[in-house]
């Protein structure tokens, strides 16, 4: 796996606990959402956690975990399949600052989608990663200078800014 | 004349009757381009793989087909300037065979393209404020709208505003570029629909409400393809500062629930179908709730600076009436019926809305020559403030032409074999590409189109038969919107063989309905001769001004079958 971060590749310190696995004493772990319950009874508050979602999680179903987790992985099963897009959305929407993270085959010409969607970081498969080195992730991610839809990304719209221009 | 080429425009003072980008625009299409051009060599050096490459090129309007690529290009909201035409025709000749496809969605297609030219050819589009972004692909699609806004005399507001808006709204949409399935979205702001709102994922009728503030009828889940739907009504009276929050809803509720197990029910108008349209309401609704709608506080200032681009030219104040008109019509019979058929009253006392038909008798419906081109492009300048459209019906419209010029643009126009007599008559008929050129069609379109028009070449007879949609498809996909025409072909393999079934009634106006099947499919041969004996039934039948489709509504569809009947027992094999 690699793990991309604001166009670089990065350091990944988090683990897949496998659905078999115990639950370690020490490290950051991101389970599966069917042991979600058993992770945050067992471990103590202090330890980072993580979970992954399928994209069609309800995120109201989440929201009461938030606090207690640290990232929150969405699993995209395809990268044409868009329902992660907006699940980030929703689970911004719902208050959740940890980091959020794609997981999938996403291509590097999706980390704007992903951005301005409010992902942190993509997680994607060591093949495809040699496929779609860190440069041509950091090109994609550098390919526009503005967007035109407001309340997306941290980067003010084309529309605030031309409203800017001639306030 | 040139007051509306948007170099020319750009100077302080000069009007403009379309949008002009500003330098978001600019560097926004540019930077598509560029992205675009790497990415065709990362799939050139292996980096992407085709999967991976497929929605990028689709979303650029690049298709693979059955000989070669095909590139689509957007015409938003059906609106050209002679320099953007004048374009069109250069990239025909350089990079294409020297014509394109004007298509149902107010799109161009060149059916040549080669795949490391396409960079240059989107390069030379964003030269003239054009592009192909979001053409295809599982996104929203290039947004069309009445191709007569701002000129006909039954509009309560010019759609392409509302359109433009929506366009740079929907280009790149981080959350909405990979939905289930293509959507597309369809303006207009006039009694007569003439832009098929209902035959839409969403539809938006332009109205006002009881406080005369304007606003949107938004209906949802329209489509054709192999499962036609009739668009409902999701609400009556949206206001319009709330169009982008609310289609935003709309969107993320087909996002996130829309079916991805099967791409033939993945369109919105399964959702809407499968779950009611009260239960869509419904999540609708609360999605629109739950939103956060500040950053959509300040649309009304975005909306209203684009509108201002939409200003009328600069008319001349001319009497209703033209003398030199009526004389001309009194002397050239040609020219009569051209005024008759092709000439449609226009909003400004004096002015003319003139519909240039691409249909010639047994030619290809929406096709033109890169010569046909700059012609309607110099005639445009000369004679229309420098501004065409591009109508659903695969025609091109001069939108403003002054009632004393129209004997002379009409002689331009048949000197370059556009002056064909024939708008909303019988061979203006529209047909998809068919198995000429698309890897999807299961038969011929082309040549039916052409074979019937060949059979109905005589224009008396075709102004006798008066107002008939024939909508040709060669494939369940229905590109052709046989489901909408009065008279629908739609072209099927049956054990090797082609096999064209009919269907009469529908209707794509906002009476909209699907048409009913006549009976099993005929051969390709037989179709003229199906369409012959449905036409003599109706001249037989109708009463007064009935069209066909009144005289198919009053007499039922039971004694358009008997004909068919009928005629298979007089020795037809039909």
New interface residues.
């Given amino acids: 796996m690699a793990l991309i971060s604001d166009g670089n590749f990065v350091e990944n310190d988090w683990r897949h606990l496998a659905d078999e696995e115990d639950l370690p004493t020490a490290g950051k772990i991101i389970v599966s959402q069917k042991r979600l319950g058993e992770a945050l009874a067992a471990l103590p508050a202090d330890r980072p956690l993580g979970v992954v979602v399928a994209n069609?999680t309800d995120p109201a179903a989440l929201a009461p975990h938030f606090s207690r987790l640290a990232l929150i992985s969405v699993a995209f099963p395809s990268?044409?399949?868009?329902?992660g897009?907006?699940?980030a959305?929703l689970l911004r929407?719902a208050g959740f600052t940890g980091e959020l993270r794609a997981s999938g085959r996403l291509?590097a010409?999706?980390s704007?989608?992903a951005?301005?969607?409010g992902f942190d970081t993509i997680e994607i498969p060591t093949d495809l990663a040699a496929?779609?080195?860190e440069a041509?992730w950091r090109?994609?991610l550098g390919?526009?200078?503005?967007?035109?839809?407001?309340?997306?990304?941290v980067r003010s719209?084309?529309?605030?800014?031309?409203?800017k221009a001639?306030s | 004349m040139t007051a509306h080429d948007p170099q020319q425009a750009a100077r302080s003072n000069a009007p403009t009757t379309t949008y002009l980008y500003?330098a978001?625009d600019t560097?926004?299409v540019r930077?598509?381009v560029?992205?675009f051009r790497?990415?065709v060599a990362?799939r050139l050096e292996?980096?992407?793989t085709e999967d991976?490459f497929r929605?990028?090129r689709l979303m650029n309007g690049l298709y693979l087909q059955l000989h070669a690529y095909m590139l689509r290009v957007a015409i938003p909201y059906g609106t050209l300037t002679a320099r953007q035409m004048r374009r069109l025709a250069d990239i025909a000749d350089k990079w294409d065979k020297g014509y394109g496809h004007f298509t149902t969605r107010q799109n161009l297609q060149y059916n040549w393209p080669r795949l490391v030219d396409v960079p240059d050819i989107l390069e030379a589009l964003a030269d003239v404020e054009m592009h192909a972004i979001q053409t295809s692909g599982?996104c929203i699609r290039n947004v069309t709208a009445d191709h007569f806004a701002g000129v006909a005399i039954d509009e309560l507001e010019d759609p392409r505003p509302t359109a433009e808006f929506l366009r740079?709204?929907s280009?790149?949409?981080?959350?909405?570029?990979?939905?289930p399935r293509k959507f597309k979205i369809a303006v207009t702001g006039a009694t007569h629909d003439r832009a098929a709102i209902k035959a839409h994922d969403i539809g938006l009728r332009i109205h006002r409400d009881d406080k005369g503030e304007p606003g949107y009828e938004v209906i949802v889940g329209g489509g054709l393809g192999r499962s036609p739907f009739i668009g409902k009504t999701l609400r009556e009276f949206l206001p319009r500062e709330d169009l982008?929050a609310y289609l935003e809803a709309i969107l993320?509720v087909y996002?996130?629930f829309g079916r991805?197990d099967n791409k033939y029910k993945a369109r919105i108008k399964i959702l809407v179908h499968e779950t009611g349209i009260e239960a869509i309401r419904a999540q609708v609704e609360a999605e629109f709730g739950?939103?956060?709608r500040?950053?959509?506080k300040?649309?009304g200032?975005?909306f209203a600076?684009i509108a201002g681009f939409f200003a009328p030219p600069p008319y001349e104040s001319l009497p209703e009436e033209s003398p030199a008109l009526e004389e001309a019509k009194r002397a050239n019979a040609a020219f009569n019926a051209f005024a008759e058929v092709n000439v449609l009253a226009h909003k400004t006392p004096g002015y003319a809305i003139v519909t240039v038909s691409l249909k010639p008798i047994g030619g290809v419906p929406g096709d033109a020559t890169s010569a046909q081109m700059r012609v309607l492009a110099d005639l445009s300048e000369k004679f229309g403030f420098g501004e065409l459209r591009v109508s659903h019906e695969q025609n091109i419209i001069l939108p403003h032409v002054k009632k004393d010029d129209l004997f002379a643009l009409w002689r331009a126009l048949d000197a370059a074999g556009l002056a064909t007599a024939n708008a909303g008559l019988l061979t203006d008929i529209i047909s998809c590409p068919g198995l000429d050129y698309c890897a999807l069609a299961t038969a011929r379109s082309i040549p039916i189109a052409q074979a019937i028009s060949r059979r109905f070449a005589d224009f008396e007879r075709q102004r006798l038969i008066g107002k008939l949609g024939i909508k040709i498809s060669g494939c369940i996909n229905a590109c052709g919107h046989h489901h909408i025409g009065a008279i629908g072909i739609l072209g099927l393999e049956k054990k090797g063989q082609e096999s064209y079934q009919i269907t009469l009634g529908g209707d794509p106006s906002l009476a909209a309905s699907i048409g009913e099947l006549l009976g099993p499919g005929v051969s390709a041969d037989q179709v003229p001769d199906v369409i012959e004996h449905l036409v003599d039934f109706y001249l037989a039948e109708r009463r007064g001004e009935e069209r066909f489709i009144d005289t198919w509504r009053r007499l039922g569809h039971a004694r358009f079958k008997d004909v068919l009947r009928r005629e298979g027992e007089d020795g037809a094999d039909i």
């Avoid at chain 2, 280009?171 to 939905?179: I, N």
Wanted: net charge neutral; charged share 30%.
């Fill in positions: 069609t990268f044409a399949d868009g329902r897009f907006s699940l959305r929407r291509v010409d999706q704007v989608h951005r301005q969607c496929r779609q080195d041509q090109a994609a390919a526009y200078s503005e967007f035109y839809q407001e309340g997306y990304g719209s084309i529309l605030e800014r031309r409203r001639t | 500003d978001y560097a926004f930077e598509r560029a992205e790497a990415q990362r292996g980096a992407m991976e929605p990028f599982n740079q709204w280009s790149l949409h981080a959350e909405f570029s990979f939905l982008l993320r996002n996130r991805r739950a939103m956060d500040a950053p959509f300040h649309d200032v975005e600076r």
